[in-house]
């Protein structure tokens, strides 16, 4: 069974990030950040968003101010996530769990999260551990990656709660990652958007074009959130990545109540939809999201009855 929901007008009502930023605020928890502030085309007090370091410069703001981590880097040329979006998948996911507890959110280190390409920014795991106290284990194939989170995960005393893993085989998934026995509450995953570099570039470049930002005098980055090549594009591109992703999350059925992942491209939804009734799942969400003018989704899928996520959601609470 499917079910979708309409994308909000705005951010998760539990988002923290609602309106505009705050810079004063945010300035005072983090005094870098006013380096980077430019007063835009309407005469308000801005960020310049074509700079990679200020962008930076702003999540690490944000974490700091809302989350009250007092340390996040990442090594040059890695992915910067936007933290609204990435809190709202979030949010969304706690809605998810709650729906077999009646209504009721569960918190704490009972509920286990896997972050699929977590990244090195390792950006799920810090946000869901704050808001929530879920306990993550965070993968990906990416040495340096690993090392950049696992210093964020030292540096704010979080070892406790959560866990890296190197996944190494960069073809598979979930395949060789989960030890026999062990259960996460849910997966999640922000996959790679492009089939190829030149896709990825591409891209970039309408981005700049639609907002008006291509000036031949500068020199912008090709990319302002930036991304290494296995953050960014994959055989297939996001639609071949999912496919493979639900393929795979059929053979660890009993080890996951909810799986999930992030869609960029409404396009892949029929792809996706069409793979995971062919792997027999039982419960399927597509629930959307928004953030500005950005419309995204997020696809959930469970192999377990109804019955057997009470008795699972149960057990967690036992």
């Avoid at 499917?2 to 983090?30: C, E, M, V, W």
């Avoid at 930076?56 to 933290?83: E, M, S, T």
């Avoid at 795991?125 to 989170?149: K, M, N, Q, V």
């Avoid at 959307?288 to 009855?305: D, H, I, P, Y």
Wanted: glycine fraction near 8%; charge should be positive; aromatic fraction near 8%.
């Amino acid at each position: 069974m499917s079910q979708s929901r309409k994308p909000p007008a705005t951010l998760h009502p539990r988002n923290r990030h609602q309106g505009h930023y705050d810079f004063p605020q945010l300035i005072k928890a983090s005094p870098e950040l006013g380096r980077f502030l430019i007063i835009n085309p309407y005469g308000k007090q801005s960020l310049d968003f074509a700079d990679p370091e200020a962008v930076k410069v702003l999540n690490r703001a944000l974490l700091r101010r809302y989350y009250g981590l007092q340390f996040w880097d990442i090594p040059p040329g890695y992915l910067c996530p936007p933290i609204p979006g990435r809190a709202d998948y979030l949010h969304c996911l706690a809605d998810l769990l709650a729906e077999e507890r009646g209504g009721q959110i569960p918190r704490g280190r009972a509920v286990r999260v896997l972050d699929i390409g977590t990244g090195a920014n390792c950006i799920y795991p810090l946000i869901g551990h704050c808001e929530y106290g879920w306990r993550f284990t965070g993968s990906d194939i990416d040495p340096t990656a690993l090392a950049s989170a696992q210093a964020i995960i030292r540096a704010n005393h979080l070892e406790e709660v959560i866990e890296l893993r190197r996944q190494h085989q960069p073809k598979r998934i979930f395949a060789g990652l989960l030890q026999p026995g062990e259960r996460f509450d849910l997966t999640l995953c922000n996959p790679p958007f492009h089939s190829s570099a030149a896709e990825a570039h591409s891209g970039s470049r309408r981005k700049w074009r639609n907002l008006g930002k291509l000036d031949p005098k500068r020199k912008l980055p090709v990319l302002n959130f930036g991304g290494q090549s296995n953050e960014l594009w994959c055989e297939g591109g996001e639609a071949g990545f999912l496919r493979r992703m639900v393929a795979e999350s059929a053979a660890c059925a009993e080890q996951v109540c909810w799986f999930s992942s992030l869609v960029s491209k409404a396009g892949n939804l029929p792809q996706v939809e069409r793979a995971l009734h062919k792997a027999d799942a039982r419960e399927v969400r597509v629930i959307g999201m928004a953030q500005g003018n950005k419309q995204s989704r997020l696809v959930a899928w469970t192999f377990l009855e109804e019955r057997q996520r009470r008795d699972w959601a149960a057990a967690s609470r036992a």
